[in-house]
């Protein structure tokens, strides 16, 4: 699959000119936060793992895959959960789960 030509947000309204469209009035803090709601996930990743990098000042680190995927794994299972409200069986859809994977990885990030 193409990256770059792929758009999870194509069927979305336009919400230029909704009220985010000014942010001239926003102060330091809410605009970082704005800034951030903007980052695309590829560079949210890259920046948090640089970040990492840094704070581990010459040390080591091990299990990096199991630990990333964790992080990141229940605050996507609990957002799909939320957004299809409980309902399982769409939220398995919309993840390309079957419902008894997501049951497991559900049970496994104590989120049930």
């Known amino acids: 699959m193409n990256r770059e030509a792929f ?13 985010c469209a000014d942010l001239t009035d926003l102060d330091s803090h809410s605009l ?3 800034t951030l709601a903007e980052q695309p996930l590829r560079e949210a990743v890259d920046a948090a793992m640089r970040r990492y990098f840094d704070h581990l000042d010459g040390g080591t680190a091990t299990d990096l895959y199991a ?33 008894g994977t997501l049951r497991k990885k559900l049970k496994q990030h104590d989120l049930i």
């Open 7 to 19: 758009d999870p947000n194509a069927n979305l309204p336009d919400l230029e000119d909704g009220p």
């Open 32 to 34: 970082a936060s704005a």
């Open 67 to 99: 630990m990333v995927m964790a992080e990141v794994e229940a605050p996507l299972l609990a957002s799909v959960l939320e957004h299809t409200q409980g309902n399982q069986t769409r939220a398995a859809e919309m993840l390309g789960l079957n419902r």
